[in-house]
DNA sequence: GATACACCTTAACGCTGCGTCAATGTCAAC
DNA sequence: GTTGACATTGACGCAGCGTTAAGGTGTATC
């Protein structure tokens, strides 16, 4: 049995198009060109076909199915196993999107509840930032998901008043910290207020405060560049002052 | 505090790059051009560009994003509940295709079990595609069964006598190649016996040699790290050594 | 005042995996 | 001979930048 492109096409469900293309690539060549300059398939090549569109549904990529299906020699379960790690790793990440984004939804619908003010604008990206401090994957897997429900139903619970604190009392960090950064001594009194205050301010949102995890987000915020760009803004180093600052406030890992 | 692209970029963990593509797409407009062209971000971009960040981890694609950052009414809850749906899509669609590869691996060890033969290297692709064939749920649908039992039977038929050849040729071959790196001399008659018996060798699995395909493979060897890998495993540089030998002994890409 | 060097600019191609014209050739049927 | 369904190659387009290339600025140093 021999097939032009337009057979084999809709034999294997695939676009002519992409039947040329895997010519154009080398990837599946026709068995033959009649006089025409027509691609001839044969039954070799549907064969190939078939492995080649498994592995693709597999979520390989061309380049590699190449590889595993020009050379005999490759070894197809290790690749395929080393593809399984990928999956494996992709769908963790996708996990934490989902539910990122549906903290994100809760937050923006209960804000929007909470006060019907504009001006809410510059807010936005603090709460924005808090809540990437809040469900951040590292925390996250630290605390487990139980502890985000929480503090997720704690900060839609906030009143009007409470935002004001709390927004009066991330200023008092920035400030303080500043202050502190240019004494230069993350023991120093200044430091460990600021280290202080911002245990407070974390108070608004963890349901449970700890030692633990006050000096574990010192630590994300220099690992984490977003983070060391938020407070680096001003004074490059802030980022790793402050760390240090709520390390000796902690007394961990000293 | 203003900031020119190279600095903004190191404040935001992006490249510079990225900055003048947000400007060309209108996603994000420098605040002013300076005397010189400079483009001078002021701290309303940098908060911008934090939204568009955040958004982006989201995995929402820019011109969404730009939708949400630019217009101020626009409901971002409704088009993050959308975008929800999506990834929710994915996330059951990955679900599937690592079941799928957990399935083919674990039908692929299965039957390595079932031959109580090691050192079946060099046939292991074959196993996997013959699983494939069986096991692949649409391939099957697609093609009948009647395709996917031919194939299939192929495999098995292989005797032992061909199975012993084949391995007695990969020896040879490594063999071969070994001494003939010591020469230095890819056009050498050693290097030239190594690149026929690799011929021999492939003959064994390719329905139809041909010279540019034995010399694209001589080129994967290089090209791919897991090849190199192989082939390099006892003498570093064997795998480009080979390449050689095969582009003299092929008359290709001279 | 020349030179070095870091930093800026625009313009353009490259990557994946095809979809989608466009212009043109071939084959079988009427 | 014409129509219509097929085939061909060639080329642009998509997202989101990475990566040269070729050249203009800004500033410090000799």
């Known amino acids: 049995m021999e097939y032009t492109v337009q057979k084999l096409a809709n034999l294997a469900g695939v676009s002519t198009r992409t039947l040329r293309y895997y010519d154009e690539i080398g990837i599946l060549k026709p068995a033959r060109i009649n006089s025409s300059g027509y691609r001839i398939y044969g039954q070799e090549e549907v064969d190939r076909l078939q492995q080649i569109l498994f592995y693709r549904e597999l979520g390989v990529d061309l380049h590699r199915i190449k590889l595993i299906v020009t050379a005999p020699s490759f070894d197809g379960a290790a690749a395929l196993k080393e593809h399984r790690e990928k999956l494996l790793e992709k769908k963790e990440q996708l996990e934490l999107l989902i539910s990122n984004v549906e903290k994100t939804i809760a937050l923006t619908e209960g804000r929007m509840k909470m006060s019907n003010k504009e001006k809410?604008?510059?807010?936005?990206?603090?709460?924005?930032?808090?809540?990437?401090?809040?469900?951040?994957?590292?925390?996250?897997?630290?605390?487990?998901?139980?502890?985000?429900?929480?503090?997720?139903?704690?900060?839609?619970?906030?009143?009007?008043?409470?935002?004001?604190?709390?927004?009066?009392?991330?200023?008092?960090?920035?400030?303080?910290?500043?202050?502190?950064?240019?004494?230069?001594?993350?023991?120093?009194?200044?430091?460990?207020?600021?280290?202080?205050?911002?245990?407070?301010?974390?108070?608004?949102?963890?349901?449970?405060?700890?030692?633990?995890?006050?000096?574990g987000l010192g630590q994300m915020y220099v690992d984490d560049e977003r983070f060391t760009a938020y407070y680096d803004k001003e004074q490059p180093g802030t980022a790793a002052f402050l760390r240090d600052a709520i390390y000796i406030y902690t007394g961990m890992k000293q």
Request: glycine residues 6%; hydrophobic residues 30%; contains cysteine.
């Open 120 to 215: 809410f604008e510059g807010f936005k990206k603090k709460m924005i930032e808090d809540n990437e401090k809040k469900y951040g994957k590292e925390i996250r897997e630290k605390y487990g998901k139980d502890t985000v429900e929480k503090s997720n139903a704690k900060l839609q619970n906030m009143t009007e008043a409470q935002y004001k604190e709390v927004t009066k009392l991330a200023e008092q960090v920035t400030e303080t910290l500043a202050e502190a950064f240019k004494t230069g001594d993350p023991a120093g009194e200044l430091a460990q207020k600021a280290a202080d205050l911002h245990k407070q301010w974390l108070c608004y949102y963890w349901h449970e405060y700890s030692k633990e995890s006050h000096a």
